[in-house]
């Protein structure tokens, strides 16, 4: 579901508060001598249709149509979290574009670039705006591309995001499992910086996307685009996108089966890679405030789509497609790890005989198992030599 309500089996028609108290004094037991329900109430609209539910019409206003309603005071009073992970290379500007997407100052030390391996550095955020709060986590690659051999430079992103998976794996599992609580750190969007060469993507680019594409959504950006001209940068998308496809790298696509965001997201897939700049500074433009990088030749403003694609990125990653990233992380990329991990454990869905396996016969035979290998184990060891 994405944005919009599946269509109601049933159908309450509207009232007006005078009609809602009416309908509540005539059906409320008590109100007229204990009047009680029963299926004559209702009108079977279509005993046949469906499988096994038929469609019944209301003859008054039972209140579930308050349901979504309800939803969305729960989830806002409940909280929300979204995890970014920035992959590229040091100093490629990804503390920056943080800053500038999120309008505020994370405080993020820049790393050096004499480190001898790739690691991540996260750390989590509590934001509000109006009255939702916001658990960000941001993790930031650190020395990536700083090495002479850069063959296991992907290792430690595809073990963080794989660890993520697993920690929540390990909360679902137990018995006593308190997921409403959990802090999920599961990442729902990497944005992968590419540098500004202006030429192709690297090798190291290509092979960190390949192994992270079936792990995460990435959204790959052009980072600094103010540095190449508009002729280079044009052909520079062109470029990025047919190595992506020819190296069968997957990158996120802005979904287009919600109707009311369709055209919008099947614009912006067009764009990727967006280009974009980051500022944190203002600068007066006429007689506005705007955040921009001044050069000596004129002023690249970060929100003026004419000048780079930070409007378009902010739009799609925050604006209109987060639920869709916590969705797709969770039915896709999670879903995935979850059947490969619990399928090594030993669980599996139906026996030889496609019958289906009950979790405890699982458990059990899990427990013969390992009851007969302790057996093996103190047989050897009891025997003479
Ligand atoms: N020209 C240009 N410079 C930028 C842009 N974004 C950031 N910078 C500059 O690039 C330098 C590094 O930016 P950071 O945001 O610290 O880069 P980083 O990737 O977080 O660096 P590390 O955390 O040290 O890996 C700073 O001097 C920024 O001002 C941009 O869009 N265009
Ligand atoms: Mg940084």
């Not at 499992?177 to 990497?190: E, K, N, Q, S």
């Not at 990435?218 to 980072?223: H, K, S, W």
């Not at 009311?260 to 067009?270: D, F, K, P, R, S």
């Not at 390992?370 to 025997?383: A, E, F, G, K």
Request: glycine share 6%.
């Amino acid at each position: 579901m994405k944005g919009k309500l599946e269509e109601p089996v049933i159908s309450a028609p509207k009232l007006d508060m005078k009609m809602a108290a009416e309908v509540e004094r005539t059906l409320s037991p008590g109100a007229d001598g204990g009047r009680q329900f029963d299926m004559d109430d209702f009108d079977i609209l279509d005993a046949e249709q469906g499988a096994d539910a038929r469609s019944l019409e209301l003859k008054g206003h039972v209140g579930f149509d308050s349901l979504p309603d309800q939803l969305v005071n729960k989830s806002v009073s409940g909280g929300f979290c979204f995890n970014i992970l920035c992959v590229g290379e040091t100093g490629v500007g990804k503390s920056t574009l943080m800053d500038t997407l999120f309008n505020t100052q994370f405080e993020d030390e820049p790393a050096a670039h004499d480190v001898p391996g790739v690691h991540l550095k996260s750390k989590t955020y509590e934001i509000q705006e109006s009255n939702v709060r916001l658990k960000l986590n941001i993790v930031y690659t650190v020395g990536f591309g700083d090495q002479i051999n850069k063959e296991d430079s992907y290792k430690p992103i595809v073990e963080y995001i794989d660890q993520q998976f697993e920690n929540y794996l390990q909360e679902e599992l137990k018995i006593k499992r308190g997921l409403h609580m959990y802090h999920d750190t599961r990442v729902h969007a990497c944005l992968y910086f590419i540098t500004p060469t202006g030429h192709s993507l690297k090798s190291l680019d290509l092979v960190t996307m390949k192994k992270l594409d079936s792990k995460v959504n990435i959204i790959p950006i052009i980072a600094k685009a103010d540095t190449i001209s508009k002729n280079e940068l044009h052909k520079f998308k062109i470029k990025i996108m047919s190595e992506l496809v020819s190296n069968g790298v997957q990158i996120y696509q802005f979904p287009t089966d919600d109707e009311t965001v369709a055209e919008l997201n099947a614009t912006m897939n067009g764009h990727l890679p967006f280009a974009v700049v980051g500022s944190t500074d203002e600068v007066k433009v006429g007689n506005k405030m705007v955040r921009a990088r001044v050069y000596p030749w004129g002023t690249v403003q970060v929100e003026n789509e004419n000048h780079c694609d930070f409007v378009k990125l902010r739009e799609m990653l925050v604006r209109t497609n987060m639920e869709d990233l916590r969705e797709t992380t969770h039915t896709r990329h999670y879903e995935l790890f979850r059947r490969c991990r619990l399928e090594e454990m030993g669980f599996v869905d139906d026996d030889s005989d496609n019958k289906p396996f009950s979790l405890h016969e699982t458990y059990e035979a899990k427990r013969v198992e390992h009851l007969n290998d302790s057996l093996n184990v103190l047989t050897c060891v009891s025997q003479p030599t």
